[in-house]
């Protein structure tokens, strides 16, 4: 069984429709990503996986349960957790203090789990007294990765973790990403930089305007020439 | 939460003010002078009743600013100005009120505690008063938020503010029916005598009561905020509820935890109010509702600090307007001493980023 089904989910803004009928799978251990051009509906799909945005309709099965109507804050004790679009880190805060806020949920010892992101983003231990919003946008997106790694998710969604980043660091990001799937936690990877996404990808989707049009191995999808055209840049 | 930060950013306000140096900046800083020359003036001819003015003015000020952090948490977090937040207050000193009479709740529990009773029963019934008002005005802002503020979460911001002014109006006409139009006398359970030995500087029991109750409150508060665990959630929730939701903490029951700290200050600050002015009455919300929401805009709302520096200034320009200006001219000099801070710094004394930095813990 998947770790993560998704089942023909329809998800709304107001009246305006962004997802129409999205499915895919997760298989545990997997890394899986969702390319797409801007407006495709990624972020919704997340969003809706997450309960930020309840699907109007559809089934989001997660470890053998249905989660679909489950509040937002509950979906950690589930064992989702996410690196969302924009960051989103508590910017008044200190860099201890968000890391802590993303083992919000548990109530045992955080030290190990605190050192194993020092470990991947030992940038972040140098900083740790520092209120967040000061830290520069590549230092925010491993605090957004950090502080969802806190709560030892079996799932991770990570929406653009790229987003804004040198070259030299988008490379070490995606390593770090291979390094998190390796220590066991399955990862949803949103990413508009498709090219690198692919290479570390078990499987792919390609999302157009809130529907799943295309699903391969991540090798089959690199070699597809709409794809190729489409998201990798090439004519 | 000092006060020599205030004075440094209010100095350097009026620094940058005169850069500027437009002629409203000048006349400004030209009126800003003369009140302080003139002040000086009064301090050097009479120090004691300077002092004692001071200190009233240290004593109101704590009181608006138990209120003020009310309105500026709430801010905080859900960015309302809860225009029913001064009723709550009113609320609260009817509670205690009533607990003084002995008869919560249409029963005679025991006798009027009255200024001739033992001094045991006195500091017992006034913490038994503190106690019941603040769990009242606490569950009451809860209530408050569930019935009217909730289900408009996600509408436009203005309907919220308008539904807040509505339970403003509900609060004070309950005040009406419960106590009637008129001034309601506390009993004088607290000595008016001076503390100080001598008569040159008036420090009285009574100010030393608010003092006494306020200072605990607000570094419960503030250790609350900075270092426990639902304290994060909120400072969390106020600076993004996505995020917060995210890594698992309730925004809803962080919100109501909001309204519940606001409503206990609130209700601690009823009842002080109540034995201190020796009154009450069913629109007092209002007034010091104003004062408070001022004190905390003065502070820059949403910050914590500044709500308490905001309060203190205020209940100090206020009493000494009383004495050096006149009681009548009172509200004016204290929205006349806004209007400066805010051209000169929008945001309030303390508040950096006023809308987006939410109730952290301020600058504390
Ligand atoms: N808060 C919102 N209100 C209304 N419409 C929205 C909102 N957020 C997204 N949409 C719309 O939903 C659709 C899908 O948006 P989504 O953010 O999921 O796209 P995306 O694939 O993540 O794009 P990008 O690559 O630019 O991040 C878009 O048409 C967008 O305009
Ligand atoms: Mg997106």
């Known amino acids: 069984m998947a770790l993560l089904e998704v089942e023909n989910i329809h998800s709304f803004y107001g009246h305006i429709q962004a997802l129409r009928g999205v499915s895919l799978t997760v298989e545990e251990g997997e890394v899986v990503t969702l390319i797409g051009s801007n407006g495709a509906g990624k972020t919704t799909t997340l969003r809706s996986i997450h309960g930020v945005l309840p699907p109007k309709q559809g089934r989001v099965v997660f470890d053998g349960e249905e989660i679909q109507g489950t509040p937002a ?120 930089n498709a090219n690198v996404a692919l290479e570390i990808a078990t499987r792919g989707y390609v999302l157009e305007t809130g529907a799943v049009v295309n699903s391969a191995p991540a090798e089959k999808l690199r070699q597809d020439p709409k794809v190729r055209e489409a998201y990798l840049g090439e004519i | 939460m000092t006060t020599g930060d205030a004075t440094k950013t209010l100095s350097g306000a009026l620094l940058e003010g005169l850069r500027h140096s437009s002629w409203q900046s000048r006349l400004a800083v030209a009126v800003v002078a003369l009140m302080l020359a003139l002040l000086l003036v009064q301090a050097v001819q009479d120090p004691g009743q300077f002092t004692s003015q001071l200190l009233i003015g240290l004593t109101n000020g704590a009181i608006i600013a138990l209120i003020a952090l009310g309105y500026t948490l709430v801010y905080g977090i859900i960015e309302l100005i809860n225009f029913a937040h001064g009723d709550n207050f009113m609320i609260g000193s009817f509670v205690g009120l009533t607990v003084l009479s002995g008869t919560l709740f249409g029963l005679g529990l025991f006798a009027p505690i009255s200024g001739d009773s033992g001094t045991i029963i006195k500091v017992a019934g006034v913490l038994i008063a503190l106690v019941v008002a603040m769990a ?141 002015n020796g009154i009450t009455v069913f629109n007092v919300g209002f007034t010091q509702g104003l004062y408070a929401f001022t004190a905390a805009v003065l502070g820059g709302i949403g910050n914590l600090s500044g709500a308490v520096v905001g309060g203190l200034l205020i209940g100090i320009i206020g009493s000494m307007a009383d004495q050096y200006v006149g009681v009548r001219w009172t509200s004016i000099v204290i929205f006349a001493v806004l209007v400066l801070v805010l051209v000169f710094r929008p945001t309030g004394l303390l508040g950096d980023r006023s809308a987006t930095q939410g109730g952290g813990s301020g600058r504390a």
């Open chain 1, 73 to 192: 804050h509950d979906m950690i004790s589930k064992g989702i957790a996410q690196s969302p679009e924009g960051r989103k880190i508590f910017s008044r805060m200190t860099v201890r203090e968000n890391l802590e806020m993303g083992a919000y949920h548990r109530t045992d010892d955080i030290r190990e789990d605190m050192d194993r992101v020092f470990d991947l983003f030992p940038r972040l231990k140098e900083r740790i007294k520092q209120e967040a919003g000061t830290m520069s946008g590549g230092e925010q997106q491993m605090l957004a990765i950090g502080r969802a790694l806190m709560s030892r998710p079996k799932l991770l969604l990570l929406d653009e973790p790229s987003m804004g980043l040198a070259p030299v660091l988008v490379e070490r990001i995606f390593q770090i990403i291979q390094e998190i799937n390796k220590q066991g936690t399955t990862i949803l990877l949103v990413e508009q």
């Open chain 2, 136 to 276: 009242a005005c606490g569950l009451l802002n809860v209530g408050i938020e569930r019935i009217a503020y909730k289900p408009l979460r996600n509408s436009p911001r203005l309907a919220v503010l308008i539904t807040a002014i509505g339970m403003s109006f509900i609060l004070q006409n309950v005040g009406l029916v419960w106590k009637g139009p008129a001034q309601v006398p506390f009993p004088d359970l607290i000595s008016s005598a001076n503390i100080l030995p001598g008569d040159a500087i008036v420090f009285r029991w009574k100010d030393l009561f608010v003092l006494a109750v306020t200072i605990p409150l607000l570094v419960g508060l503030s250790y609350f905020i900075k270092n426990t665990k639902q304290g994060k959630a909120m400072r969390a929730v106020a600076q993004d509820k996505e995020a917060a939701a995210m890594v698992g903490i309730n925004v809803n029951r962080t919100i109501s935890v909001t309204f519940l700290l606001g409503g206990i200050l609130a209700g601690a600050s009823g009842v002080m109010y109540g034995l201190f």
